[in-house]
């Protein structure tokens, strides 16, 4: 069992060691093959900063081992899955606002309309959000965030991310995340003393939902998976893809069903 | 527009009252579908008709959810889940797929050597999830053509306490019978993801398929 005297050692040099790596940056790129078969692989992964990001890796593996992960682990654990569901719901409740806005950035009036009505419904009837009444109404949810905003306004992805903290990302999906921020009422809450604990417990919880959410489906890449990394980069840019594809996809007519021309 | 669209628009009730003018519009709306859908199949279309391969992942579903809720060890399921999946996935195809460039490069006895053992851990993925799939329901939805030749069979799949997941399911037809080619989970590729792993551990490990095959050796023997 290591003190933590000694984790504090760690953690310092490994920030100290991010710090140089991020400084060097031309030092953390990955060579680019000839063969032209393993350029295809490399062009197809596009992960041009492949050595930085599994430092990252790394080191966020380690900091979750000992502070994230456990604390996910007894939140599941102690709290029972309604009750869980019913934080995640009212968290996702609280995000409408800025749901509703991607959505109207994406040109998606629908859904745009699904997620007003969601959060009219959801906040009434479905009690502060805890319970997802709209679903059954006709009003299933849907993601919507600054990433693919900017990808329906063909923001490319470009190269593959693996950020300190906040893990898979792209050039598209930070710079989306730091919109989000921007559009999520609660930044603008006055600075009370009350409600700024409000937001950071707020974002505490967002946090360990968000590490509970996926406890089984990270414990089961890192055992099945020979390179999890590789692994994970390989779900996250699939999984990116099809959200977007789905919003793409999504056309439906705004014309209501009763209207006759 | 696909065939079980068109037969929802044929069982709908047709309105018996035609003087108003949606439920006319409606009604002509439906003859115009199944007008489209009648001279789609009888023109370009071959018979092979796609209810076939719904039908096909729903056979094939219903065995695996019968499987999965059952009674019974995990030993004891595994060795039940064996014969489905060797009977209706393509599992060689997929092997193949999952190498990607590497293929080329192996010898004849590392590629016998590699499939043999690609069959075994895809089995113990499989029987490593069936404990968080215990009390699954799976409904099916339509299909859609999917790249040459394949077909892509839309389901849900539901598990007490968590969100709906949707699964589609590749098929192949190149044996005259279809078979599962691929599968993903909220739009992500199974093979490919693979692929990728495989990929990333060799070009980390110089390109030695000897140590890829060590590494699923390992994997193989951990949990049969």
Known sequence: MRTVGQIRATVRRAGAIAAAGLLLGAGGCAQKPTDPDALADYNGTNDPLEPTNRFFYRVNNTVDQYTLKPVAQAYVYVVPQPARTGVHNALANLASPATFFNDMFETRPRRAGDTFMRFLINSTVGVVGVFDVAKGWGYPAHDADGGM????WGVPQGP???????????PQAITGFGMDVALAPLTYVPRGYGLLTLNWAL?????????????NDLDQINRDALDPYATLRSLYRQHRAAQIEAMRKDNRMTTPDWYTQ | MSGTDCMNDADQPLPLAPDTGPTRRRLAAALAGTAA????????????AESADVAFVH?????????????????????????????NVDVDGIARFAMGRYWKLAS???QQQFVTLFHHVLLNTITGKLGEYQGVRFSVGGDTPHGDGQTQVAT?????????????????HKAGAPKVEDVFGEGVSLS??????????????????????GAMQRQAARSS
Not at chain 1, 203 to 215: C, H, K, P
Not at chain 2, 192 to 213: A, F, M, V
């Open chain 2, 108 to 110: 004849p006895s590392q």
């Open chain 2, 156 to 172: 849900t799949i539901d598990r007490p306490g968590q969100p709906p997941a949707n699964v589609d399911w590749v098929l192949s």
């Open chain 1, 203 to 215: 974002y505490g919880i967002g946090v360990v939902d968000a590490r509970a959410g996926v406890l």
């Open chain 1, 160 to 170: 593959y991310l693996y950020l300190p903290a906040l893990g898979p990302s792209s």
């Open chain 2, 192 to 213: 490919l993801t693979q692929r990728q792993d495989y990929s990333s551990y060799l070009s980390r490990n110089g390109n030695d398929i000897d140590k890829l095959l």
């Open chain 2, 59 to 87: 056979q094939f579903g219903d065995k695996l959810v019968a499987v999965i809720n059952g009674s019974g060890s995990t030993a004891e399921k595994r060795q039940q889940i064996q014969p489905l999946i060797d009977q």
């Open chain 1, 149 to 152: 905003t900017l990808a329906s």
């Open chain 2, 37 to 48: 859908c009648l001279a789609l199949c009888l023109g370009g279309v071959p018979a092979r």
